[in-house]
Protein backbone atom coordinates (compact mmCIF):
# COMPACT_ATOMS: atom_id res chain seq x y z
CA UNK A 1 0.00 0.00 0.00
CA UNK A 2 1.03 3.81 -0.36
CA UNK A 3 0.16 6.68 0.44
CA UNK A 4 -0.61 8.52 -3.24
CA UNK A 5 -4.58 8.51 -3.38
CA UNK A 6 -6.97 10.54 -4.56
CA UNK A 7 -9.07 12.80 -2.75
CA UNK A 8 -11.59 15.44 -3.77
CA UNK A 9 -10.84 14.48 -7.38
CA UNK A 10 -7.29 14.94 -7.19
CA UNK A 11 -4.14 13.00 -6.44
CA UNK A 12 -2.57 13.52 -3.50
CA UNK A 13 1.24 12.69 -1.97
CA UNK A 14 -0.05 12.35 1.49
CA UNK A 15 -1.85 15.26 2.60
CA UNK A 16 -0.29 17.46 -0.31
CA UNK A 17 -2.08 17.71 -3.59
CA UNK A 18 -0.03 16.69 -6.36
CA UNK A 19 -1.03 19.55 -8.69
CA UNK A 20 0.37 22.09 -5.58
CA UNK A 21 4.02 20.46 -6.16
CA UNK A 22 4.01 20.75 -9.40
CA UNK A 23 2.59 24.44 -9.93
CA UNK A 24 5.53 24.95 -7.09
CA UNK A 25 8.62 23.13 -8.91
CA UNK A 26 7.39 22.16 -12.17
CA UNK A 27 7.33 19.27 -14.33
CA UNK A 28 9.00 16.59 -14.43
CA UNK A 29 9.74 15.90 -11.04
CA UNK A 30 9.84 12.69 -8.25
CA UNK A 31 7.81 12.81 -4.98
CA UNK A 32 8.56 10.55 -1.98
CA UNK A 33 5.85 9.59 1.19
CA UNK A 34 7.68 9.75 4.07
CA UNK A 35 5.09 7.69 5.76
CA UNK A 36 5.22 4.79 2.98
CA UNK A 37 8.85 4.91 3.52
CA UNK A 38 8.57 4.11 7.28
CA UNK A 39 5.67 1.83 7.01
CA UNK A 40 8.04 -0.30 4.68
CA UNK A 41 10.43 -0.51 6.84
CA UNK A 42 8.80 -1.30 9.88
CA UNK A 43 6.96 -3.99 8.03
CA UNK A 44 10.00 -6.04 7.35
CA UNK A 45 11.48 -5.07 10.57
CA UNK A 46 8.48 -6.65 12.40
CA UNK A 47 8.29 -9.80 10.21
CA UNK A 48 11.81 -10.66 11.28
CA UNK A 49 10.65 -9.36 15.15
CA UNK A 50 10.78 -13.67 15.76
CA UNK A 51 15.07 -13.27 16.33
CA UNK A 52 17.97 -10.78 16.49
CA UNK A 53 18.08 -8.85 13.05
CA UNK A 54 18.93 -6.30 11.11
CA UNK A 55 17.13 -4.29 8.19
CA UNK A 56 19.73 -2.99 5.74
CA UNK A 57 18.09 -0.84 3.02
CA UNK A 58 19.63 -1.57 0.08
CA UNK A 59 20.51 2.37 -1.08
CA UNK A 60 20.84 1.69 -4.95
CA UNK A 61 17.05 1.79 -4.90
CA UNK A 62 16.81 5.37 -3.91
CA UNK A 63 19.76 7.16 -1.98
CA UNK A 64 18.54 10.97 -1.19
CA UNK A 65 20.12 12.10 1.90
CA UNK A 66 16.95 12.74 3.03
CA UNK A 67 15.14 9.17 2.48
CA UNK A 68 18.28 7.74 4.33
CA UNK A 69 17.99 10.29 7.14
CA UNK A 70 14.34 8.87 7.41
CA UNK A 71 15.22 5.29 7.35
CA UNK A 72 18.54 5.34 9.34
CA UNK A 73 16.68 7.49 12.20
CA UNK A 74 13.91 4.67 11.73
CA UNK A 75 16.90 1.80 12.68
CA UNK A 76 17.39 0.70 9.12
CA UNK A 77 20.73 0.04 8.47
CA UNK A 78 22.18 0.68 4.71
CA UNK A 79 23.72 -1.80 2.09
CA UNK A 80 26.15 0.03 0.36
CA UNK A 81 27.34 -1.11 -2.92
CA UNK A 82 30.63 1.81 -3.44
CA UNK A 83 32.27 4.90 -1.92
CA UNK A 84 29.70 6.63 -2.97
CA UNK A 85 26.97 5.03 -1.46
CA UNK A 86 29.00 4.32 1.92
CA UNK A 87 29.83 8.06 2.10
CA UNK A 88 25.94 9.24 1.63
CA UNK A 89 25.00 6.75 4.36
CA UNK A 90 27.97 8.22 6.80
CA UNK A 91 26.80 11.72 5.16
CA UNK A 92 23.21 11.13 6.21
CA UNK A 93 24.02 10.01 9.97
CA UNK A 94 24.25 5.81 9.06
CA UNK A 95 26.89 5.23 12.02
CA UNK A 96 29.34 2.23 10.52
CA UNK A 97 28.57 -0.67 12.30
CA UNK A 98 24.86 -0.78 10.92
CA UNK A 99 26.69 -0.31 7.12
CA UNK A 100 27.08 -3.22 5.14
CA UNK A 101 29.58 -3.19 2.04
CA UNK A 102 27.92 -5.28 -1.03
CA UNK A 103 29.13 -5.73 -4.65
CA UNK A 104 31.56 -7.82 -7.13
CA UNK A 105 34.22 -5.12 -7.98
CA UNK A 106 35.29 -3.20 -4.44
CA UNK A 107 38.22 -1.74 -4.51
CA UNK A 108 41.05 -0.79 -2.54
CA UNK A 109 39.80 2.83 -2.08
CA UNK A 110 36.51 1.78 -1.01
CA UNK A 111 38.01 -0.86 1.79
CA UNK A 112 40.08 1.37 2.92
CA UNK A 113 37.62 4.24 3.35
CA UNK A 114 35.32 1.68 4.55
CA UNK A 115 37.34 0.28 7.45
CA UNK A 116 38.43 3.25 8.43
CA UNK A 117 35.53 4.88 8.46
CA UNK A 118 33.61 1.79 9.87
CA UNK A 119 32.22 -1.12 8.72
CA UNK A 120 29.20 -3.70 9.83
CA UNK A 121 30.60 -6.56 7.44
CA UNK A 122 31.87 -6.59 3.90
CA UNK A 123 29.80 -9.20 1.22
CA UNK A 124 33.28 -10.67 -0.32
CA UNK A 125 32.42 -11.71 -3.99
CA UNK A 126 35.44 -13.51 -4.79
CA UNK A 127 38.87 -14.85 -3.94
CA UNK A 128 41.05 -11.86 -5.93
CA UNK A 129 38.86 -9.13 -3.67
CA UNK A 130 39.49 -11.28 -0.74
CA UNK A 131 43.23 -11.17 -0.80
CA UNK A 132 43.06 -7.54 -1.42
CA UNK A 133 40.75 -6.69 1.07
CA UNK A 134 43.22 -9.06 3.73
CA UNK A 135 46.30 -7.10 2.47
CA UNK A 136 44.19 -3.50 2.71
CA UNK A 137 42.91 -4.74 6.61
CA UNK A 138 46.78 -5.46 6.90
CA UNK A 139 48.21 -2.35 6.65
CA UNK A 140 45.46 -0.73 8.92
CA UNK A 141 46.29 -3.20 11.57
CA UNK A 142 42.63 -4.04 11.16
CA UNK A 143 40.74 -7.68 11.78
CA UNK A 144 38.02 -7.06 9.25
CA UNK A 145 34.27 -9.04 9.33
CA UNK A 146 33.24 -10.94 6.66
CA UNK A 147 30.80 -12.89 5.21
CA UNK A 148 31.00 -14.76 1.32
CA UNK A 149 28.59 -14.18 -1.44
CA UNK A 150 27.52 -17.28 -2.31
CA UNK A 151 25.80 -18.19 -5.71
CA UNK A 152 23.32 -20.91 -4.98
CA UNK A 153 22.46 -21.25 -8.94
CA UNK A 154 18.82 -20.36 -8.10
CA UNK A 155 16.55 -19.15 -11.00
CA UNK A 156 14.90 -16.54 -9.42
CA UNK A 157 11.99 -16.17 -12.42
CA UNK A 158 12.57 -12.95 -13.16
CA UNK A 159 13.86 -10.67 -15.63
CA UNK A 160 17.40 -11.58 -16.96
CA UNK A 161 19.17 -8.37 -16.38
CA UNK A 162 18.16 -8.40 -13.00
CA UNK A 163 18.37 -12.10 -11.98
CA UNK A 164 21.73 -12.63 -10.28
CA UNK A 165 21.62 -16.11 -8.43
CA UNK A 166 22.26 -18.42 -11.48
CA UNK A 167 25.68 -19.85 -12.24
CA UNK A 168 26.19 -18.07 -15.58
CA UNK A 169 25.84 -14.63 -13.06
CA UNK A 170 28.76 -12.80 -12.50
CA UNK A 171 28.01 -12.63 -8.53
CA UNK A 172 29.17 -14.37 -5.69
CA UNK A 173 31.28 -17.62 -5.65
CA UNK A 174 29.42 -21.05 -6.37
CA UNK A 175 28.48 -22.33 -3.95
CA UNK A 176 29.95 -25.70 -4.71
CA UNK A 177 33.14 -24.03 -3.58
CA UNK A 178 32.30 -22.93 -0.65
CA UNK A 179 34.14 -24.90 1.77
CA UNK A 180 37.61 -24.27 0.16
CA UNK A 181 36.91 -20.61 -0.40
CA UNK A 182 36.01 -20.52 3.49
CA UNK A 183 38.94 -22.31 4.38
CA UNK A 184 41.35 -19.68 2.57
CA UNK A 185 39.43 -16.63 4.27
CA UNK A 186 40.04 -18.14 7.75
CA UNK A 187 43.62 -18.32 6.89
CA UNK A 188 43.70 -14.59 6.64
CA UNK A 189 44.90 -12.54 9.36
CA UNK A 190 43.14 -9.38 8.49
CA UNK A 191 39.55 -10.91 8.20
CA UNK A 192 37.48 -12.59 10.25
CA UNK A 193 34.79 -14.87 8.81
CA UNK A 194 31.17 -14.57 10.45
CA UNK A 195 28.65 -15.54 8.23
CA UNK A 196 27.40 -16.23 4.54
CA UNK A 197 26.03 -14.14 1.99
CA UNK A 198 22.90 -14.64 -0.76
CA UNK A 199 21.46 -12.45 -3.09
CA UNK A 200 19.53 -14.28 -5.99
CA UNK A 201 17.47 -11.23 -7.63
CA UNK A 202 15.55 -8.69 -7.64
CA UNK A 203 11.74 -8.13 -8.45
CA UNK A 204 10.32 -11.57 -7.55
CA UNK A 205 7.23 -12.23 -7.64
CA UNK A 206 7.15 -15.75 -5.46
CA UNK A 207 8.33 -17.21 -2.41
CA UNK A 208 9.89 -20.74 -4.24
CA UNK A 209 13.29 -19.09 -5.12
CA UNK A 210 13.75 -17.79 -1.91
CA UNK A 211 12.93 -20.97 -0.43
CA UNK A 212 15.13 -22.63 -2.08
CA UNK A 213 18.31 -20.69 -1.93
CA UNK A 214 17.94 -20.20 1.78
CA UNK A 215 17.69 -24.12 2.34
CA UNK A 216 21.28 -24.15 0.63
CA UNK A 217 22.28 -21.62 2.62
CA UNK A 218 20.94 -23.45 5.97
CA UNK A 219 22.36 -26.63 4.92
CA UNK A 220 26.35 -24.92 4.09
CA UNK A 221 25.86 -23.42 7.68
CA UNK A 222 25.63 -26.27 9.28
CA UNK A 223 28.45 -27.75 6.90
CA UNK A 224 30.29 -24.91 7.63
CA UNK A 225 30.05 -24.81 11.60
CA UNK A 226 31.45 -28.39 11.05
CA UNK A 227 34.12 -27.04 9.08
CA UNK A 228 34.95 -25.37 12.36
CA UNK A 229 34.09 -21.38 11.11
CA UNK A 230 31.75 -19.33 12.93
CA UNK A 231 28.81 -18.92 11.37
CA UNK A 232 26.93 -16.27 13.35
CA UNK A 233 25.14 -14.11 10.71
CA UNK A 234 23.49 -14.84 7.47
CA UNK A 235 22.53 -11.95 4.98
CA UNK A 236 19.54 -13.35 2.96
CA UNK A 237 20.34 -9.88 0.34
CA UNK A 238 17.17 -8.26 -1.09
CA UNK A 239 14.62 -8.94 -4.48
CA UNK A 240 10.92 -9.10 -3.05
CA UNK A 241 8.62 -7.70 -5.02
CA UNK A 242 6.22 -5.10 -5.85
CA UNK A 243 2.57 -5.10 -7.52
CA UNK A 244 3.72 -2.92 -10.49
CA UNK A 245 0.06 -2.93 -11.83
CA UNK A 246 -2.78 -2.57 -9.61
CA UNK A 247 -4.53 -5.05 -11.51
CA UNK A 248 -2.44 -8.01 -10.57
CA UNK A 249 -2.35 -10.18 -8.03
CA UNK A 250 0.44 -8.58 -5.37
CA UNK A 251 3.17 -10.38 -4.51
CA UNK A 252 4.38 -12.25 -1.34
CA UNK A 253 4.24 -9.98 2.03
CA UNK A 254 6.91 -9.34 3.71
CA UNK A 255 5.18 -10.98 6.59
CA UNK A 256 5.48 -13.98 4.47
CA UNK A 257 8.43 -13.62 3.97
CA UNK A 258 9.54 -13.29 7.25
CA UNK A 259 7.90 -16.45 8.09
CA UNK A 260 9.62 -18.22 5.22
CA UNK A 261 13.20 -17.20 6.68
CA UNK A 262 12.36 -18.54 9.71
CA UNK A 263 10.95 -21.86 8.46
CA UNK A 264 14.21 -22.01 6.53
CA UNK A 265 17.10 -20.51 8.57
CA UNK A 266 15.02 -19.60 12.23
CA UNK A 267 17.12 -23.13 13.80
CA UNK A 268 20.26 -22.25 13.23
CA UNK A 269 20.36 -19.23 15.84
CA UNK A 270 22.14 -17.04 13.38
CA UNK A 271 21.58 -13.06 12.94
CA UNK A 272 19.41 -12.01 10.00
CA UNK A 273 20.17 -9.14 8.04
CA UNK A 274 18.23 -8.48 4.76
CA UNK A 275 18.84 -5.71 2.16
CA UNK A 276 15.27 -4.87 0.49
CA UNK A 277 15.25 -2.37 -2.07
CA UNK A 278 12.00 -1.73 -3.78
CA UNK A 279 9.51 -3.11 -1.25
CA UNK A 280 10.87 -0.03 1.04
CA UNK A 281 11.08 2.67 -1.76
CA UNK A 282 9.57 1.84 -4.52
CA UNK A 283 5.61 2.30 -4.08
CA UNK A 284 7.09 5.33 -1.67
CA UNK A 285 7.53 7.64 -5.16
CA UNK A 286 5.98 8.87 -7.99
CA UNK A 287 7.37 10.26 -11.49
CA UNK A 288 4.40 13.09 -12.23
CA UNK A 289 5.16 14.38 -16.13
CA UNK A 290 2.71 16.62 -18.29
CA UNK A 291 1.20 15.91 -20.99
CA UNK A 292 3.10 18.58 -24.00
CA UNK A 293 1.14 17.02 -27.22
CA UNK A 294 -1.35 14.74 -27.82
CA UNK A 295 -0.20 13.74 -31.59
CA UNK A 296 -1.90 11.42 -34.10
CA UNK A 297 -0.37 8.79 -35.78
CA UNK A 298 -1.67 6.33 -38.65
CA UNK A 299 -2.87 4.00 -36.66
CA UNK A 300 -2.07 5.12 -32.84
CA UNK A 301 -2.37 8.12 -30.80
CA UNK A 302 0.67 9.32 -28.76
CA UNK A 303 0.91 11.08 -25.60
CA UNK A 304 4.09 13.40 -25.58
CA UNK A 305 5.17 13.35 -22.03
CA UNK A 306 7.48 16.06 -20.99
CA UNK A 307 9.06 13.49 -18.90
CA UNK A 308 11.32 10.93 -20.67
CA UNK A 309 13.86 7.70 -20.74
CA UNK A 310 16.33 9.43 -19.24
CA UNK A 311 14.33 10.30 -16.26
CA UNK A 312 12.55 7.05 -15.62
CA UNK A 313 14.68 4.48 -17.93
CA UNK A 314 12.86 1.09 -16.28
CA UNK A 315 10.48 0.64 -19.51
CA UNK A 316 13.73 1.24 -21.38
CA UNK A 317 15.82 -1.27 -20.34
CA UNK A 318 13.54 -4.01 -18.90
CA UNK A 319 10.21 -3.47 -20.67
CA UNK A 320 8.90 -2.55 -16.64
CA UNK A 321 5.56 -1.74 -17.13
CA UNK A 322 4.21 1.56 -14.32
CA UNK A 323 0.62 2.25 -14.37
CA UNK A 324 -0.31 5.81 -15.31
CA UNK A 325 -2.47 7.61 -14.05
CA UNK A 326 -4.02 11.44 -14.44
CA UNK A 327 -3.75 13.54 -11.46
CA UNK A 328 -7.31 14.77 -11.76
CA UNK A 329 -9.33 12.03 -10.56
CA UNK A 330 -11.08 10.22 -13.62
CA UNK A 331 -14.84 10.45 -12.79
CA UNK A 332 -16.52 7.13 -12.68
CA UNK A 333 -17.52 5.95 -16.73
CA UNK A 334 -14.84 8.51 -17.86
CA UNK A 335 -14.28 8.05 -21.76
CA UNK A 336 -11.26 5.88 -21.85
CA UNK A 337 -8.53 5.51 -25.00
CA UNK A 338 -5.24 3.86 -25.95
CA UNK A 339 -2.12 5.46 -26.51
CA UNK A 340 1.49 4.70 -26.68
CA UNK A 341 3.13 6.84 -24.21
CA UNK A 342 6.44 8.59 -25.15
CA UNK A 343 8.78 11.41 -24.14
CA UNK A 344 10.80 13.58 -26.37
CA UNK A 345 13.88 11.96 -26.36
CA UNK A 346 14.97 11.23 -29.90
CA UNK A 347 14.84 7.82 -29.81
CA UNK A 348 11.95 5.29 -30.27
CA UNK A 349 12.82 3.35 -27.49
CA UNK A 350 12.02 6.27 -25.40
CA UNK A 351 8.33 4.78 -24.95
CA UNK A 352 7.09 4.41 -21.47
CA UNK A 353 3.89 2.39 -23.08
CA UNK A 354 2.42 1.05 -25.92
CA UNK A 355 -1.10 0.81 -26.37
CA UNK A 356 -1.89 1.74 -22.56
CA UNK A 357 -5.37 2.33 -22.29
CA UNK A 358 -6.31 4.82 -20.25
CA UNK A 359 -9.09 7.75 -19.60
CA UNK A 360 -8.59 10.92 -22.10
CA UNK A 361 -6.16 13.31 -21.69
CA UNK A 362 -5.58 16.69 -23.22
CA UNK A 363 -2.42 18.98 -23.65
CA UNK A 364 -1.00 20.12 -19.74
CA UNK A 365 -2.72 17.30 -18.36
CA UNK A 366 -0.56 16.29 -15.67
CA UNK A 367 -0.08 12.46 -15.09
CA UNK A 368 1.33 10.47 -12.25
CA UNK A 369 3.91 7.03 -12.91
CA UNK A 370 3.75 5.08 -9.66
CA UNK A 371 6.08 3.23 -8.16
CA UNK A 372 8.49 4.74 -9.02
CA UNK A 373 10.59 5.35 -6.09
CA UNK A 374 12.56 2.83 -6.55
CA UNK A 375 15.45 2.80 -9.35
CA UNK A 376 14.02 6.03 -10.40
CA UNK A 377 15.84 8.79 -9.38
CA UNK A 378 18.74 6.68 -9.17
CA UNK A 379 18.85 5.94 -12.54
CA UNK A 380 18.13 8.99 -14.09
CA UNK A 381 20.49 11.21 -16.56
CA UNK A 382 21.07 13.92 -18.08
CA UNK A 383 20.49 12.41 -22.01
CA UNK A 384 19.38 15.26 -24.79
CA UNK A 385 21.33 17.88 -22.64
CA UNK A 386 17.95 17.46 -20.32
CA UNK A 387 18.81 18.70 -16.47
CA UNK A 388 18.30 16.01 -14.11
CA UNK A 389 14.28 16.50 -12.61
CA UNK A 390 14.00 17.31 -8.82
CA UNK A 391 12.79 15.19 -6.08
CA UNK A 392 10.51 16.08 -3.43
CA UNK A 393 9.76 14.76 -0.48
CA UNK A 394 6.33 14.76 1.39
CA UNK A 395 5.42 14.40 5.24
CA UNK A 396 1.92 14.69 6.35
CA UNK A 397 1.01 18.36 4.91
CA UNK A 398 4.47 19.58 4.10
CA UNK A 399 6.58 19.39 1.14
CA UNK A 400 9.91 19.89 0.36
CA UNK A 401 12.70 19.98 -2.54
CA UNK A 402 15.32 17.55 -1.54
CA UNK A 403 17.47 17.72 -4.67
CA UNK A 404 16.59 20.79 -6.86
CA UNK A 405 16.48 20.67 -10.40
CA UNK A 406 19.77 22.02 -12.06
CA UNK A 407 19.70 25.69 -13.96
CA UNK A 408 20.66 24.96 -17.38
CA UNK A 409 23.79 27.13 -16.52
CA UNK A 410 24.31 24.93 -13.69
CA UNK A 411 24.19 21.95 -16.06
CA UNK A 412 26.35 23.47 -18.46
CA UNK A 413 28.96 25.00 -16.34
CA UNK A 414 30.08 21.43 -15.41
CA UNK A 415 32.14 20.73 -18.56
CA UNK A 416 35.12 22.51 -18.59
CA UNK A 417 37.38 23.63 -21.36
CA UNK A 418 40.82 22.81 -22.39
CA UNK A 419 43.25 24.97 -22.01
CA UNK A 420 44.20 24.87 -25.81
CA UNK A 421 40.75 25.30 -26.96
CA UNK A 422 39.65 28.15 -24.06
N1 LIG B 1 21.22 -6.67 -2.38
C1 LIG B 1 21.98 -6.82 -3.48
C2 LIG B 1 23.28 -7.46 -3.36
C3 LIG B 1 21.50 -6.36 -4.73
O1 LIG B 1 22.25 -6.53 -5.81
C4 LIG B 1 20.22 -5.73 -4.82
C5 LIG B 1 19.71 -5.24 -6.08
C6 LIG B 1 19.48 -5.59 -3.63
C7 LIG B 1 20.00 -6.07 -2.43
C8 LIG B 1 18.13 -4.95 -3.60
O2 LIG B 1 17.19 -5.61 -4.38
P1 LIG B 1 15.65 -5.17 -4.31
O3 LIG B 1 15.13 -5.48 -2.93
O4 LIG B 1 15.58 -3.73 -4.61
O5 LIG B 1 15.02 -5.99 -5.36
N2 LIG B 1 17.55 -1.46 -11.68
C9 LIG B 1 16.73 -2.67 -11.59
C10 LIG B 1 16.95 -3.42 -10.30
C11 LIG B 1 18.39 -3.78 -10.03
C12 LIG B 1 18.61 -4.51 -8.73
C13 LIG B 1 20.05 -4.67 -8.43
N3 LIG B 1 20.37 -5.29 -7.18
C14 LIG B 1 15.27 -2.28 -11.77
O6 LIG B 1 14.97 -1.11 -12.02
O7 LIG B 1 14.40 -3.15 -11.75
Known amino acids: MD ?14 PVAEIAASVGTPFYVYSTATLKRHFTLFDEAL ?32 VSG ?31 ITGGIRQFNVESEPEMVVLDQVAQSLGAVVPI ?27 PISRAREVYAMAARMP ?3 VIGIDVHIGSQLTELEPFEAAYKKVAELTEVLRADGHEISRLDLGGGLGIPYARSNAAPPLPTDYGALIQ ?3 GHLGCEIEIEPGRLISGNAGLMVSKVIYVKSGEDREFLILDGAMNDLIRPAMYDAWHDIVPVVEPVPGAE ?17 AKGREMPVVKAD ?30 DGDQFAVIRPRPTYEEMIARDTLPVWLD
Open 3 to 16: HFLYRDGALHAEDV
Open 49 to 80: SWGDHLVCFAMKSLSNQAVIKILGDAGAGMDV
Open 84 to 114: GEYRRAKAAGVPGDRIVFSGVGKTAEEMHLA
Open 147 to 173: TVRVNPDVDAKTHAKIATGKSENKFGI
Open 190 to 192: GLK
Open 263 to 265: RTV
Open 336 to 352: QTRYDIVGPVCESGDTF
Open 365 to 394: DLVAFRSAGAYGAVMSSEYNSRPMIPEVLV
